[in-house]
């Protein structure tokens, strides 16, 4: 099955810990995409990658870092740094080279920190 | 920073009736506006898309209506069904800017 997988499902971290969220995607798109949704926001862009090896923020990267070293693999930190890391974070990718411009997602990562 | 707006952002509907959600943006060099549907605790999934070349574009009881010069674009669900109850997010070019959501419930 070629899909996004985000892994844990939920996580709970104690504040003032970093905490790591995996994404994975096996449908060997260039682009992948980190995305924050709270209650009544929408989805807000963290950072995204058009390549590997190379990264650019989007609107609320503050707090927040990631890497690109696999075209499969694109893991968020969430560092102490974020002020409010509570929320779902959703991980999606993309053929930057197709059309049309679909996203496809990942189920998501529920984080709670307390 | 908010380059497209949603609106409504929460919709009742009767079963059977249409479902209307509306989305403005601000960029003329968007050119891509999908409209993506999200279960709770799921991530969202793509409905229905269109280009800017079109003015509507149906696809089984969905249709999207776009309108270039006013830079509006909305979504019409015909027959409104239980089972459409989720939240829609409109985006616009590389789907990197959403609308903040419409929470749509259809009532039995």
């Known amino acids: 099955d070629g899909g996004i997988t985000q892994s844990p499902k939920y996580l709970f971290r104690k504040e003032g810990q970093n905490v790591t969220l995996s994404c994975e995607q096996n449908l060997n798109h260039d682009a992948m995409y980190w995305y924050r949704q709270d209650p009544g926001q929408g989805l807000r862009l963290i950072y995204y990658s058009q390549i590997v090896n190379d990264f650019q923020k989007g609107d609320i990267a503050e707090g927040y870092s990631v890497s690109r070293e696999k075209k499969e693999s694109f893991p968020l930190t969430v560092t102490s740094a974020q002020k409010n890391p509570t929320a779902f974070y959703l991980c999606?990718?993309?053929?930057?080279?197709?059309?049309?411009?679909?996203?496809?997602f990942g189920p998501g990562t529920r984080l709670t920190v307390t | 920073q908010q380059q497209v707006k949603q609106s409504p952002q929460s919709l009742i509907v009767q079963k059977g009736g249409i479902s209307i959600i509306n989305c403005a943006y601000e960029?003329?060099?968007?050119?891509?506006f999908p409209w993506y549907q999200q279960f709770p605790g799921k991530g969202p999934a793509l409905l229905i898309a269109i280009r800017p070349d079109v003015s509507e574009k149906k696809e089984g009881r969905f249709t999207i209506s776009f309108n270039k010069s006013a830079k509006q674009f909305s979504l019409h669900i015909m027959d409104s069904q239980p089972g459409d109850s989720a939240t829609y997010f409109c985006?616009?070019?590389?789907?990197?800017?959403f609308g903040a959501g419409t929470r749509l419930t259809v009532k039995p």
């Open positions: 960029n003329t060099a968007f050119d891509y």
């Open positions: 999606a990718s993309r053929n930057s080279g197709g059309s049309p411009y679909e996203q496809y």
């Open positions: 985006a616009a070019s590389l789907s990197v800017r």
